[in-house]
Structures are given as C-alpha cells and as structure tokens.
C-alpha cells in the first residue's frame, strides 16, 4: 500500500490534482470538493451494485437458478465496478496524502481495534 499511496502521491501531483490548502478556505474547500467527488464514486459503486442486482433478477425470471444468475451478473458488472472501487481508492490517497497518513498503518492498526471489540455485530459481512 505504501507504493500505491506514494504512486497517487506522485499522480495527483502530475495531473495537478491535489488537494490545496495554502490558506485555510482554500483547504476547506479543496477538501469538500474532493469528498463531493469521492462520494460520487462510492455512489457509482452503489449504481453496479444495482445493476448486479436487477441483473440477477432478470436471469432468474427467465429461468436460471440464482447462484448461477448472481455470477452472471458479477461477470457483467467486474469491470466496471473494479473502475469505481479504483475511483475510491484515488480518492483515499489523496485525503491520507494530504492528511500524511500512513494507511498501511492506519488499515492494520483499524482492523486491530475492531477485532478487539467487545459490540460486535454478529451474522452480519462487512
């Protein structure tokens, strides 16, 4: 991850995409500019889900079972999706680039504490 957030690093530099923040408005508003757009990504990942969705109850309208109709719907939407999750993960760099976070640290250190919850929710995926 740390070569991932370096390359964004670099990326968002060359296409003169970063986050600015020289004066605290400027930074205020770079900052909900690129959360607006971040959550529109995760919007669009929410839309292929949709897609898969609709997909699979088409398929299993027209017959097919429903383990069979949900593959043939994650094949139809796993290049599209894989563009949005990658839409999103851009868009975490740059807040841990501009934050300087380390999210190699930040993710394990975040998956530790949730492990050692003592709520956790039960039965339910995340």
Known sequence: MKELQKYM????EEMNWEISGNHYEEAKSSLLHNYMLF???VAEVA???RKAFNQT???????KGEAEA???????IQEDIGKELADCLA???KFANYFEIDMEDAFYK???EVKQRQNKDVGISR
Not at 9 to 12: F, G, L, N
Not at 70 to 76: Q, S
């Open 39 to 41: 959550s529109t990504e």
């Open 57 to 63: 109850n088409k398929w299993i309208n027209q017959g």
């Open 70 to 76: 949900f593959e043939i719907a994650k094949a139809n």
């Open 9 to 12: 690093k670099t990326y968002h």
């Open 110 to 112: 975040k998956m530790e």
């Open 91 to 93: 868009y975490m760099m």
């Open 47 to 49: 839309e292929e889900l």
